[in-house]
């Protein structure tokens, strides 16, 4: 049923406007429509029953086949009335209805006849009407009228036809594109819209020939477009022949018909130069500087969506060229107090990315004003650019978090408070000098803080950092409050919390006991059981004695251990005299599994593997290499890839395979299916050339003897490479087998086969594979404990990149590493981001990596790359890892 269109008014905003659709049902509609069949025919009543006819559709309404024919044969009757406006709603419902094709030839002989028409309306609508419903078969029948109606000299009949041809590209691009010389004659046309419609059809007929494009474009730059749809239309045509041409800066062709087109007498052509000027690929300040020009003209027009365009333009080379933006500063500033709150944010978020550091407290000023006035989405794209801005003048922090701390007392929406809480945090750690004072601004949120999930991030970070302050027992009153006047959960971690504080600060302990113990008769069972335990754990008896080491791992130490590992583990075991031996439980994070690329049955991603779930593949990889005795002594397998498809979808042979890394060896277990039900394959096996891996060598293979239809084997080739070293190289296959025919009647197969071959996909081993992704819960505090004995910085050019994202993507699957705390995410603005990342390497040695990147506006990228590990020749590697990539 469809719901009331309710209109506020300036003078009465409790009355509603209502839909005139209201209550309207397919079936009361549907006799309605048999007005149609009545002989003498009220044009105003059917175009009202068409109305709602195409109401029901467009909300998603579907008719039955036996409906939508009685609706459609009921509306082809209507023809025979000579009402305008009638006509008009009869096209539009032939459109809508789609008829087959048997239905389409009772409609036609009407349709061709409205389109040698003398009322052009008719034409012009028939035209439309035929194009959309009829096939490849008929068209070619109507093809001298279409032609015909592209040159007319009624533009509305011409623009039809030219529209229809574009639709019809799709579906039949030969006939189209017989149409060139027309469509070439519609692009002189002095309509506005024959021009802009005949130089879409003509871009998309030429679309797959550059040369011809480039021609086009090199034809209408000469001065030939009046139409100012066209002109911009040509503006993109030519930004994506700049982009094509691959030229630097310097000799970048028609770059002066963009600046040319920046002195167009239409707005709309003189944004589109703009715009595209400041987004052609590596531009320089001279290039950007009479785009910028025009921008800062558009900042002070009286319509709202010229202002709206200059200023996101603006905002997106702000990006990159910050400095080129500078000279609009002022005029920004008067944004700000926009009517349009999109406007005065985009306005806002500018100015922060462009100003300088003397600037800085006089946009505090503004902004403060400004930020009651708009949504919350808008103030997150406020609250990141501040963040950002306090990065960058670090020294400007006292204003920037003051700003912070005095937004978060205000009201809003959880998503707008975790924005800002989140860039204090990020502000904490990255400007030592803040600590203090932000600690103090998160505690006095938590006071009044009505979000759970808020409250217990806030208090899990103050009991990393609150203890390494100058005077930790500030926090402690803040920190107890939350467990009088919270719920559960927050008052569990406000336990946790202060336990953190006894354990790290030995001269607090005694004051701890004491809160602790009280702790004990609280009505939740979570709260009592955690009181209970660090009391226990922490010793001493509340006496000023300094913690154990093993207490604080405890406390502040990071489970190494993915958690849905665990929980598997703790699932599948079984009491018995054993304990549960967290060692045991696998430390690496499977990823998921690949997409299926065939049908079901014919070539699934697992193909041949053992059953999915991260622990269970693992253990079942194990005990499969075990029981091979060639593969026996080869010692404890280290970690098993995700399956790699070594095959194309739908074809003869399914392959993938997955690669078994050891200490000094690694196994290729080739998963083979047969999809031929006429075939039998045996002695199946792989054939490896590692002519282009030097420092691996084949020790051994083994084949799968038989091979039915559709039933999984695996093939297995083992290569013994050096001790010690992260050898990486490419392998060509070749799929090696005897097949013989199979009777399909008995299914029995002849006893004489022929041998035959089967080339499959290269396969790589690279130095991803010898790490595993394994998470830390708290990457500082893992960090700082592995110490600085083994640490290694070194600074890397990573060239020109699309993005800081991809640049950050790159590496993080270069090195195979899990990303810690969220940091894989890089923000669409940012120009400098911090990675962090863990895993284990080869030989289980741990591994935590740090990276800091940074793009200039050239788009190269530079990166810190910092390397803690439990060896030194690990992170000597990691670095030649990315030194030599």
């Known amino acids: 049923m469809a719901q009331p269109l309710v209109k506020k008014d300036d003078d009465r905003d409790d009355e509603a406007e209502y839909s005139p659709f209201l209550g309207i049902e397919k079936g009361a509609v549907l006799q309605e429509a048999r007005v149609f069949n009545d002989p003498q025919l009220d044009p105003r009543r059917c175009s009202q029953v068409i109305t709602k006819l195409l109401y029901l559709l467009n909300q998603g309404d579907s008719f039955t086949k036996v409906e939508a024919t009685e609706v459609f044969f009921s509306v082809t009757k209507l023809f025979q009335s000579k009402d305008l406006g009638l006509r008009r709603m009869v096209y539009l419902i032939i459109k809508e209805l789609s008829p087959s094709a048997d239905e389409v030839i009772i409609v036609t002989s009407s349709l061709m006849k409205d389109m040698n ?10 035209i439309r009407v035929l194009c959309r419903i009829t096939d490849g078969t008929l068209l070619t029948q109507i093809e001298r009228y279409l032609k015909q109606a592209i040159v007319d000299k009624n ?22 594109k017989r149409w060139s010389n027309e469509v070439q004659e519609a692009v002189q046309s002095r309509a506005a819209l024959v021009q802009f419609h005949a130089l879409a059809l003509l871009q998309q007929i030429r679309q797959n020939d550059r040369l011809a494009v480039s021609k086009l474009v090199t034809s209408l730059t000469r001065g030939t477009v009046r ?79 010229l202002r709206f365009a200059a200023v996101r333009t603006l905002n997106k080379v702000a990006m990159t060229h910050p400095m080129a933006v500078t000279n609009c500063n002022i005029d920004m500033e008067s944004l700000i107090s926009d009517q349009n709150r999109s406007i005065a944010t985009l306005a806002i978020t500018t100015l922060l990315k462009t100003g300088n550091e003397s600037s800085v407290d006089r946009l505090m000023k503004q902004i403060t004003n400004f930020m009651s006035d708009i949504a919350d989405e808008f103030k997150i794209v406020v609250v990141e650019a501040i963040r950002s801005l306090c990065l960058k003048f670090p020294l400007k922090y006292r204003s920037l978090m003051n700003f912070l701390s005095n937004i978060l007392r205000e009201e809003g929406g959880f998503e707008y408070k975790k924005a800002i809480v989140d860039s204090i945090v990020i502000l904490i750690r990255d400007i030592p000098e803040a600590k203090e004072s932000g600690l103090l601004h998160l505690c006095e949120f938590i006071e009044d803080c009505e979000f759970t999930y808020l409250s217990t991030q806030i208090l899990h970070f103050l009991g990393i950092e609150g203890p390494k302050t100058t005077d930790p027992s500030k926090y402690i009153r803040y920190i107890y409050n939350r467990v009088h006047l919270e719920n559960a ?132 990889y194990e005990r499969l290499l075990s029981s091979i005795p060639e593969f026996s002594n080869f010692g404890k397998l280290f970690k098993s890839s995700s399956p790699v498809e070594l095959t194309e979808a739908e074809t003869e042979y399914a392959v ?7 200490d000094r060896h690694v196994v290729f277990q080739y998963n083979c299916i047969n999809t031929i039900p006429e075939q039998l394959l045996e002695n199946v096996s792989v054939i490896v050339d590692a002519s282009e891996a030097e420092d691996f060598a084949e020790v051994t293979s083994k084949p799968v003897r038989s091979l039915p239809y559709d039933t999984p084997g695996q093939t297995f080739v083992a290569f013994e490479k050096p001790d010690g070293i992260t050898a990486v190289g490419k392998f060509s296959n070749t799929l090696r087998f005897i097949v013989k025919e199979v009777d399909p009647s008995t299914g029995e197969a002849e006893e004489d086969g022929v041998e035959d071959e ?69 923000a669409a603005n940012s120009r400098s981001h911090t990675c962090l990342l863990s895993g284990v390497f080869l030989g289980n040695v741990r591994v935590l990596v740090r990276l800091q990147f940074g793009i200039e506006g050239s788009r190269d990228v530079a990166m810190k790359l910092a390397v803690r590990s439990e060896d030194e020749a690990v992170g000597d590697a990691i670095h030649e890892i990315v030194s030599c990539s």
């Open 489 to 620: 959960t927050v008052r569990a971690a406000a336990v946790s919390t202060l336990a953190k504080f006894g354990a790290m600060v030995d001269a607090l302990k005694p004051r701890i006991f004491v809160l602790l113990r009280r702790c004990i008769f609280d009505s939740d069972d979570e709260v009592r059981d955690r009181a209970t335990l660090y009391l226990n754990t922490l010793g001493g008896d509340g006496e000023v004695v300094e913690t154990d080491k093993d207490v604080k791992i405890f406390l502040f130490g990071d489970l190494d251990i993915p958690l849905v590992n665990l929980e598997t583990s703790l699932k599948n075991y079984e009491p018995s005299d054993e304990s549960f031996d967290i060692d045991s439980v696998p430390k690496e994070v499977k990823s998921q599994p690949l997409v299926e690329k065939k049908a079901p049955g014919k070539k699934p991603a697992g193909l041949g593997a053992p059953p999915a779930g991260p622990p269970s593949t693992v253990d079942a």
């Open 227 to 305: 139409s100012p749809l066209a002109q911009c239309l040509l503006i993109r045509y030519t930004s994506q022949v700049i982009r094509e041409s691959n030229t630097q800066t310097g000799d970048r062709p028609f770059y002066d018909f963009l600046e040319s087109c920046l002195r167009h007498k239409a707005e709309m052509v003189i944004f589109e130069a703009a715009r595209a000027i400041t987004e052609l690929s590596g531009v320089t300040s001279r290039e950007l500087t009479p785009a910028i020009t025009v921008l800062q003209l558009f900042l002070s027009s009286s319509k709202p969506v």
């Open 758 to 826: 089967y080339q499959l996909e290269d396969l790589e081993v690279v130095a991803a594979d010898y790490m595993m992704k394994v998470g830390v819960s708290n990457f500082r505090n893992a960090w700082e404990s592995m110490g600085e004995d083994f640490e290694r910085v070194d600074e890397y050019g990573l060239g020109p990149r699309e993005s800081l994202a991809e640049a950050v993507s790159a590496v993080i699957n270069l090195l195979g590493m899990q990303p810690c705390e969220g940091t894989e995410a890089v």
């Open 656 to 662: 993938n395979v997955v690669k078994h890394i050891f």
């Open 155 to 176: 533009p509305v009949v011409a623009s039809a036809a030219l529209v229809s041809g574009i639709h019809l590209l799709q579906t039949n691009p030969e006939i189209v």
């Open 117 to 126: 028409s003398k009322t052009d309306m008719y034409r012009a609508n028939a």
